[in-house]
T-cell receptor
């Protein structure tokens, strides 16, 4: 199936630091979504992006839909301990169905 | 409150046994999805349904079956043919159609006794 390359696989940071993660693909996407998953829970939608170049914020989170429509990034500013979790990118392919393609996740650890 | 409810939270099955995982939503969403999540992996699509009484196989449908008799419900049966042990199963729903985000339940963890 289609692949989304999400990096980094894991991050260990100090509280207060900024974080950046991204997803890339060789395919063109119509929609990019960023989710956060806490242990033993389902993913929660953080940000949805629908247009190339779109930059959207949700509190300390900012995500962008790449101009080429093949990538997206998520930034977290001034990290806090509750930011710990796994962050997933997901996209809907151009011309595809409403099925989502998921990255493998970025595991974030924040040291107080 | 509107949302997606998965039950049970934990489920154990013996080898050779079929088990059914429940997923109910009261969001009036047309589309529903089942995913399997393994450690260090992204979510893999098992089955999805875009409308009542219709469903399609996803990427890893072998060993699973579903039904969509009601808009609110999309149960997943893990059959004895599914050999993989412990896994985390996630149900999601969306309004339906392109460019609509999916919203997830809290998952069911299935283990083999």
């Amino acid at each position: 199936g289609q692949q989304l390359n999400q990096s980094p696989q894991s991050m260990f940071i100090q509280e207060g630091e900024d974080v950046s993660m991204n997803c890339t693909s060789s395919s063109i996407f119509n929609t990019w979504l960023w989710y956060k998953q806490d242990p033993g829970e389902g993913p929660v939608l953080l940000i949805a992006l629908y247009k190339a170049g779109e930059l959207t914020s949700n509190g300390r989170l900012t995500a962008q839909f790449g101009i080429t429509r093949k990538d997206s990034f998520l930034n977290i500013s001034a990290s806090i301990p509750s930011d710990v979790g796994i962050y997933f990118c997901a996209g809907q392919l151009q011309g595809g169905s409403e099925k989502l393609v998921f990255g493998k996740g970025t595991k974030l650890t924040v040291n107080p | 409150d509107g949302g997606i409810t998965q039950s049970p939270k934990y489920l154990f099955r013996k080898e050779g046994q079929n088990v059914t995982l429940s997923c109910e939503q009261n969001l009036n969403h047309d589309a529903m999805y089942w995913y399997r999540q393994d450690p260090g992996q992204g979510l893999r699509l098992i089955y999805y349904s875009q409308i009542v009484n219709d469903f399609q196989k996803g990427d890893i449908a072998e060993g699973y079956s579903v039904s969509r008799e009601k808009k609110e419900s999309f149960p997943l049966t893990v059959t004895s043919a599914q050999k993989n042990p412990t896994a985390f199963f996630l149900c999601a729903s969306s309004i339906g159609g392109p460019n609509q985000p999916q919203h997830f339940g809290d998952g069911t963890r299935l283990s083999i006794l």
